[in-house]
C-alpha cells in the first residue's frame, strides 16, 4: 500500500526565516511526486511535479528536491503570504490516475 | 479562463436527505475526480471518472454516487447512506497520460462544505 507521511505537521516562522518541509512516501514504483499549496477554505493549488531522485524545481521562494525515499519543500525568505497548508501526493507506477495524499503541514510565518 | 467550478460553497443536509454537489470544468480534461478532505487527514478519493459514460469507486465509495453524461460534468451525490457526510468536498481534474515523466497533475476546484444538521 503507497504511503506519505509529512512532517513536521505544523511549522511556525518568522518573516525571512528559510526552512524545510519532509514528505517520505512509500510506492511501488514512483511515477510522479506532488506538491500543493491550500489556503484555508480552498482547493488546493498545484505547484510541481517531480519524477525522478536528483530533480529539483523552483517557483518564487519555493524548491522541491526528490530522493529515493522523500522530498523536500524548501522555502527560502518566507514572507507572510507564504502561510499555508502544503500537501504532497505520490503517483505509483502502475496507476493512471490514483494519487496518493499526505495529511500536509501547515506553514505559518509570521510578519 | 479554463477551470473547475463547484458549487455551491455552501450546503446544509438534514437527516436522511440525499444532496448533489455539482462540478463542471472548461479545461477539456478527460479525467476528474472527487476527493472527501476531514480535519487531519489526506485527501480522499470516493470516485473518479476518466471517460464519459464511466465512472469508478475509489476508497471511500460507500454512501455515495456519480453521474458522468457529459465530459464537462461530473455531479456526486451525497445520500442518506453515507452517515458522516460532514465534511470539505473536492473536486478535481486531470488528462490521463501513460508513459515515463507523464504524472498525473490533478488540478482542483474551490470546494464545497457540506454540513448535515
Known amino acids: 500500500e503507497d504511503q506519505v507521511t509529512q512532517s513536521p505537521e505544523a511549522l511556525r516562522l518568522q518573516e525571512g526565516e528559510s526552512s524545510s518541509l519532509n514528505c517520505s512516501y512509500t510506492?511501488?514504483?514512483?511515477?510522479?511526486l506532488f506538491w500543493y499549496r491550500q489556503d484555508p477554505g480552498k482547493g488546493p493549488e498545484f505547484l510541481f511535479t517531480l519524477y525522478s531522485a536528483g530533480e529539483e524545481k523552483e517557483k518564487e521562494r519555493l524548491k522541491a528536491t526528490l530522493t529515493k525515499k522523500e522530498s523536500f519543500l524548501h522555502i527560502t525568505a518566507p514572507k507572510p503570504e507564504d502561510s499555508a497548508t502544503y500537501l504532497c501526493?505520490?503517483?505509483?507506477?502502475?496507476?493512471?490516475?490514483?494519487?496518493?495524499f499526505g495529511k500536509g503541514t501547515l506553514l505559518t510565518v509570521n510578519p | 479562463d479554463g477551470g473547475i467550478t463547484q458549487s455551491p460553497k455552501y450546503l446544509f443536509r438534514k437527516e436522511g436527505q440525499n444532496v448533489t454537489l455539482s462540478c463542471e470544468q472548461n479545461l477539456n480534461h478527460d479525467a476528474m475526480y472527487w476527493y472527501r478532505q476531514d480535519p487531519g487527514q489526506g485527501l480522499r478519493l470516493i470516485y473518479y471518472?476518466?471517460?464519459?459514460?464511466?465512472?469508478q469507486k475509489g476508497d471511500i465509495a460507500e454512501g455515495y454516487s456519480v453521474s458522468r453524461e457529459k465530459k464537462e460534468s461530473f455531479p456526486l451525490t451525497v445520500t442518506s447512506a453515507q452517515k458522516n457526510p460532514t465534511a470539505f468536498y473536492l473536486c478535481?481534474?486531470?488528462?490521463?497520460?501513460?508513459?515515463?515523466?507523464?504524472?498525473?497533475?490533478?488540478?482542483f476546484g474551490p470546494g464545497t462544505r457540506l454540513t448535515v444538521l
Open positions: 501526493a505520490v503517483q505509483a507506477g502502475g496507476s493512471n490516475y490514483k494519487l496518493t
Open positions: 478535481a481534474s486531470s488528462i490521463p497520460r501513460s508513459g515515463l515523466k507523464m504524472g498525473n497533475e490533478q488540478f
Open positions: 471518472s476518466q471517460i464519459v459514460n464511466d465512472f
Open positions: 510506492v511501488s514504483g514512483l511515477r510522479g
